[in-house]
Each structure stands twice: as structure tokens, then as C-alpha cells.
């Protein structure tokens, strides 16, 4: 018992792994067990870009976001080894889509009962109209070409989406201004109890006034949360608790990168939900507790970069083997 103890005290989780724990153990496992390192896709393509376009643009490199996008994307097509027509071709797509998007983003077009659409690409509307503005045929002209990028397209998401979202997510935010930024990626630590600290990272950092600052946490998440849900999200809740770090946090900035929309909680909420969520996942990890997400949510599977290792052809369920349950009654 007093091993166990010993054991306990000194341990440290990131916030990476409690976050890939909470979503998906199995996410964790092939993560931060087997180090397997996910393979490149469409989507993560625009948290690449983004991140490289605000490196430059605090690093003052470029004028603005929406540059250091280009440049990023530039890049990433010379290293495939494409032209500037691959380029005017990728700008056509992400013109003509903004277009067919505008309305739906602007509210001039809205379901039958008046409401938004959530997610206007899914929507029957939105590919009538993608039809009709020839986008289907653009994409088909650029899916040849780019066809021999390394990056896997899950889902019907392809390359040409992931640079018109980058553009899209670079102009529609209100990014803060350079003189006001502290830093990105900035290192921060959480004491939840005696014998547990908790590592994160902050995406950007922000002068908030004399001896303040303020914190952002960006989600790349199709939908942007409710107010309620944001306040418990356990990045905003580790990053109002990073005082250590800080003499004094005015606030977390939940930035929803794809639609520019921020919600600010100051108000400084308990670490219970932080807490559990720490403690259920380091026993987790420690007795080897590896259940798969798409047990109950397989949904949310569809869009994971290890998707196909955990299905392959059959189900993930019939390979678990029982006795890493039977190990936490041992």
C-alpha cells in the first residue's frame, strides 16, 4: 500500500493525454502507448496551416493571418511537388465555395422551420447549390491532381476543403493583435492535489492589463458549444488554474476557430470536474483500462486518424482481450 502511495505522488499527466483519454482510451492507447503517430489527413492539415500561419504572424513574417496561410499552403504544395496551377486552382475551389456558403453562413438561407443550419455541407440545400456552381467538377479537376499527396481523405473531406477551411477560419476571426501577445504555445502546470500536476499548453497567450493575462484555447470542432458546455470543457478549466504560471489569469478566451465566435469565462469554476477526469484517467492508464469510443459512439470514430486501425476489417470489440479489464480486481 505504501509503494502504491509512493507511486501516486509523484505522478504528472499532460492535459493532451487526459483530453485523448477522456474522448477515446483507445485514442490514448495508440497514442501514448504504442506510439503509433497518426497518419496525415485532410483535416489535420488545417491545424497545421493555421498554427504555421500564426507562427509567422506573430513572429511578424507576415502581414496578417490570412497570408501566413498562403504561405503555409505553399509550402506544403511545393513540397508535393506542385505548380502555381495546382495553386490558382485551389484558390477557384475555395472562392466558389465561399460563395455557395456565404448565404447559409449569413442566414439568407435557413431550414423550413427557420433555424440555422449547424453544418450547411451536410444539408441537401448546400449540394444543390455546390452542384449548380460547378464545385463538384473543380474538386474532381484537383482530386487528380493532388491524388499522390500523402495524406489520407477520411470521409469525403479532401484536401481542397482543408485549404478552403484554413482560408475561411484565417479571415473570419478576430485574431489579437500582435503587440498584445505574450506568447503561443506557452507551457503551463496544474497542482490538483498533493500527489497530482497536470501539464498544458496554452495556444495563445494575451496581455490582459498590469500584471494580468489572458489565456486562449482553440477547438477546431465542427460546432461551436453552448456557453454552459465551455465553462466545463477541461481545457478551459485547467487554463483558468494555471496560477502558478501567472500572477494573476483575467480570463480564457474559447476560441471556435471555424466560426470566429469566442466565448470568455472569467469566472474562476472549481477543479472537481478537472479532478475526476484527471484521476479516472491516470487509474486508466496505469491498470492498462483500453475500451474503445466506437463501443458506444462510433460516430465519433469516423473522423479519427486511427480509425482503421482499430476496425481493419472487424470489429475492435471481439479482439479486446478480458483479462486487462480483470487486472484492476487483481
Request: proline share 5%; charged share 25%; with cysteine.
Amino acid at each position: 500500500m505504501g509503494k502504491g502511495k509512493a507511486e501516486h505522488s509523484s505522478e504528472k499527466l499532460t492535459l493532451a493525454e487526459v483530453w485523448a483519454y477522456v474522448r477515446c482510451p483507445y485514442e490514448h492507447f495508440w497514442r501514448y502507448v504504442a506510439r503509433i503517430t497518426a497518419p496525415p489527413t485532410a483535416r489535420g492539415l488545417v491545424e497545421q496551416a493555421l498554427h504555421q500561419a500564426l507562427s509567422a504572424y506573430y513572429g511578424r513574417k507576415c502581414e496578417n493571418v490570412v497570408q501566413g496561410v498562403g504561405q503555409a499552403w505553399r509550402g506544403k504544395l511545393k513540397e508535393w511537388g506542385h505548380t502555381d496551377d495546382t495553386w490558382d486552382l485551389l484558390v477557384k475551389f475555395a472562392t466558389v465555395r465561399a460563395r455557395v456558403l456565404e448565404p447559409f453562413l449569413s442566414g439568407r438561407v435557413v431550414k423550413r422551420d427557420g433555424s440555422r443550419y449547424k453544418v450547411p455541407q451536410m444539408s441537401n440545400e448546400y449540394k444543390r447549390r455546390a452542384m449548380d456552381s460547378g464545385l463538384p467538377h473543380l474538386t474532381a479537376r484537383l482530386e487528380g491532381r493532388l491524388a499522390g499527396a500523402p495524406v489520407y481523405a477520411d470521409e469525403g473531406y479532401t484536401i481542397p476543403d482543408a485549404f478552403s477551411d484554413s482560408v475561411e477560419i484565417a479571415s473570419r476571426n478576430a485574431w489579437p493583435v500582435p503587440d498584445s501577445v505574450v506568447g503561443m504555445d506557452v507551457p503551463f502546470r496544474v497542482r490538483l492535489t498533493d500527489g497530482l500536476t497536470l501539464d498544458g499548453m496554452a495556444a495563445l497567450v494575451t496581455r490582459a492589463g498590469p500584471e494580468q493575462v489572458s489565456i486562449e484555447v482553440h477547438d477546431y470542432g465542427p460546432v461551436c458549444l453552448p456557453t454552459a458546455v465551455v465553462r466545463r470543457d477541461l481545457r478551459v478549466v485547467a487554463a483558468l488554474h494555471a496560477s502558478e504560471e501567472w500572477i494573476g489569469i483575467h480570463r480564457v478566451v474559447f476560441r471556435h476557430l471555424r466560426t470566429g465566435a469566442t466565448v470568455s469565462i472569467s469566472r474562476l469554476p472549481g477543479t472537481g470536474r478537472l479532478l475526476t477526469a484527471a484521476i479516472a484517467a491516470a487509474a486508466g492508464i496505469r491498470h492498462r483500462v483500453y475500451v474503445p469510443r466506437l463501443a458506444a459512439q462510433s460516430r465519433e470514430c469516423l473522423t479519427c486518424s486511427y480509425y482503421g486501425l482499430c476496425t481493419d476489417g472487424q470489429d475492435l470489440l471481439d479482439t479486446l482481450d478480458p483479462t486487462l479489464l480483470a487486472e484492476i480486481g487483481a
